[in-house]
């Protein structure tokens, strides 16, 4: 088991975990206070679906992966790596524009849902709330099972641990308990995948690499394997280092175009990302809301 991946699918399950949970949790929650109670097993159907249909996703693309040979397997790894960090990179910006937002969307959905009367009307919200989570989540441990090698298990393990955090505090957003400050968990963890989503980058380009499809660049920028090392071989600093690798992409040995790669991606997306919501961004959310009715 290998702690560094471990630790990347924990992130990546206790982060979108939580997403979905606390979809869930807040139409749970309002149908609860609607008097809705009776509704909630079409609740738990759809999001159960969604799940499912995220888990099926996830196997075929993995498995998929094993079925080809060289040079084809680093090209798809290279395509899968960078789609997931795209995947990433969109979700971090969508969650941070509409974060603010999300609960009275979801509450407009389940009125709708239920003025329409539609049986299956409120499986299809929760399906489609939580799918969009489930998918990103596929896509993004694809691409670290993928960086991961023969230690994706242990990508996988970690996931599954992160996902059953999530779903625990989603029980208790729903009785209501504070456990957590969402925003703060989102800041934080959102930072966090921004240097995970650059070692996928990275990772992705060096797959071109050993592909043959990029030849510029190439050269090793630098050399600090005696500094630290990313081979777990080569003893404490190794396990350091190989830990670094499965978190944010290190190595020892990077080429000019995978460096620059990445420390561009960093700056540029961690720039836009922890700088304040313009005031005309929370205006047209507000905006997108209906009317009161008289």
Known sequence: MDFGFLTTGLLTGLREGVEAALIVSIILAYLAKTGNQRHFGKIWLGAGAAVASSVVIGIVLFNTIGGFEEPAEQIFEGFAMLIAAGVVTWMLFWMRRTSANIKGELHAGVDRALL?????????????????EGIETALFLMGQATAAGTEASSTLVGALIGLVIAVAIGYALYKGARVINLRTFFAWTGIALIFIAAGLLSHGIHEFIEAGWISFGTATAFDISAVLPHDPEAGALGVIGSILR???????????????????????????YTRPVRPSESRSLRTEQPAPTA
């Not at 329409?116 to 969009?132: D, N, Y």
Request: charged share 5%; net charge negative; proline share 2%.
């Open 116 to 132: 329409e009367g539609g049986i299956f009307g409120l499986s299809v919200l929760a399906f489609t709330a939580v799918i969009r």
């Open 246 to 272: 499965a978190l944010v992409g290190y190595t020892s040995t990077p080429e000019w175009i995978t460096f620059i790669a990445w420390l561009a991606y960093v700056v540029v997306v961690l720039y836009l």
